[in-house]
């Protein structure tokens, strides 16, 4: 059954069918052929899976997101944090990266923070002399944190299908991606001091004060959202709820960047994105349901354990796994495959589920970047008009930074888990 499975699986991916029918045709496929169970089993599978309250969350910040890509919060931030920046060497390209760690902790979503950041600050970067290929790059990889910085879709979709608390993996995922914020900036200002480029203005405490005055209300945002999570006043459902609110109050009464006549496009396309992440999930959930009832996790963690006796070579395999998935697949779609297939696996060396989850969605941001199908550089390329091949080059020397926080935050757990068992186990 195991060798059907994959031969239908990889044979319809390497067909260009979208992975949602793919699990939903491998599902259907080995229940005719191994099964005596009846095929509308799939319909109440489908349901089921789609039949939780944290769900919710998912549609709720991606709504968020896009009503503040459209309105005035992105460029709020831009200019507050550049004041706070601008005057390092690279201050311009580390406010860039400020901006996407703010944005990011508002909208939980990679794309909406490219969009949003990058269409204002990927134009100044090469106005002010940061060169294209540099500007392009920094900024489709620091988007990438919309993922990583809580709130983020896919820790929600993570901790849906293995049983984690939201709250944990939203805390455990804070130092990771200020870590790769960090690394981001410090390799920014070596660049600008090798080549020079100009400072663009000089501190000036007034213009920090000014900058933050216009931007408060964008700014008290991710405190309210992430606050109230962590003080335990609103769950992170509604949390997601209060963003909406939140953001359309300010930017229809206080911002008024667009009008009430905008909201329903607005609406338009957080509907469409929802349904597309949620009809991946429920067919992931309905295929996970299948290799649950044949005991395939149990055959795997004893096939890898049989073979690999480190922990920490383990999760080598798995780094390296979605690494080279991600060249070829959405690394969402193969997180919600995988990971509970390793469930078993886990438990038995004893790796921590939070942690694992944290390394799981650093992979994925890793695969939003990496050629042919990095979805970061398709929305950079959209957004500039740029060729993926121009994004990607840019995107290249970034990768190694990436690359070496990934192996930061997998061998040493105390970066993701040190803010959860502090404050919240």
């Known amino acids: 059954m195991i060798a059907i499975i994959c031969f239908c699986f990889f044979l319809l991916l390497f067909a260009g069918v979208p992975i949602a029918v793919i699990l939903g045709v491998t599902t259907a496929l080995s229940l005719v052929l191994f099964t005596d169970t009846p095929l509308h089993i799939i319909t109440q599978q489908l349901f089921n899976a789609l039949d939780k309250f944290v769900l919710l969350a998912i549609p709720f910040f991606i709504l968020a997101g896009s009503i503040m890509t459209r309105g005035g919060i992105a460029r709020r931030l831009i200019e507050f944090v550049n004041a706070l920046v601008g005057w390092f060497p690279g201050g311009l390209g580390m406010a860039g990266i400020l901006a996407c760690i703010f944005f990011a902790a508002i909208s939980g979503s990679s794309p909406a923070t490219v969009v949003a950041i990058g269409s204002i600050m990927i134009p100044a970067l090469i106005k002010a002399g940061y060169g294209e290929k540099f500007s392009l790059g920094l900024i489709t990889v620091s988007g990438s944190l919309g993922i990583v910085i809580p709130p983020s879709i896919p820790m929600i979709l993570y901790c849906l299908v293995m049983n984690v608390s939201v709250a944990e993996m939203f805390m455990a995922g804070v130092l990771p991606g200020l870590f790769i914020g960090a690394a981001l900036m410090a390799y920014t200002y070596v660049i600008a001091k090798r080549a020079n480029w100009r400072i663009e203005k ?182 500039t008009g740029r060729p993926i091949t121009t994004i990607a080059r840019g995107v290249l020397p970034f990768l190694g930074i990436m690359l070496l926080c990934l192996m930061f935050v997998t061998y040493i757990p105390g970066i993701s888990l040190i803010l959860p068992e502090m404050l919240l186990r």
């Open 202 to 383: 000089k501190a000036s405490l007034k213009e920090i004060l000014t900058a933050g005055k216009r931007g408060i209300w964008a700014l008290l945002l991710p405190l309210i959202v992430l606050g109230g999570i962590y003080s335990g006043l609103f769950t992170p459902t509604e949390a997601a709820a209060v963003s909406v609110v939140y953001a359309l109050f300010v930017e229809l009464c206080i911002y008024r960047e667009f009008g009430v006549s905008s909201i329903t496009s607005i609406c338009q396309e957080a509907a469409i994105l929802s349904a597309c992440l949620l009809f991946i999930l429920s067919c992931a959930m309905t295929f996970l349901w299948l290799l649950t009832a044949e005991q395939v996790p149990q055959q795997l963690a004893d096939i890898i354990i049989e073979h690999i006796h480190s922990p920490w070579m383990f999760l080598l395999c798995v780094n390296l796994l979605f690494l080279i998935l991600g060249c070829f697949m959405d690394d969402v779609s193969a997180m919600l495959i995988l990971a509970p297939l390793f469930l078993d696996t886990l438990n038995r060396y004893g790796i921590d589920l939070v942690h694992f989850g944290v390394v799981m969605v650093l992979n994925i941001q890793m695969g939003m970047l990496t050629p042919p199908f990095g979805l970061n550089l398709f929305v950079s390329s959209g957004m």
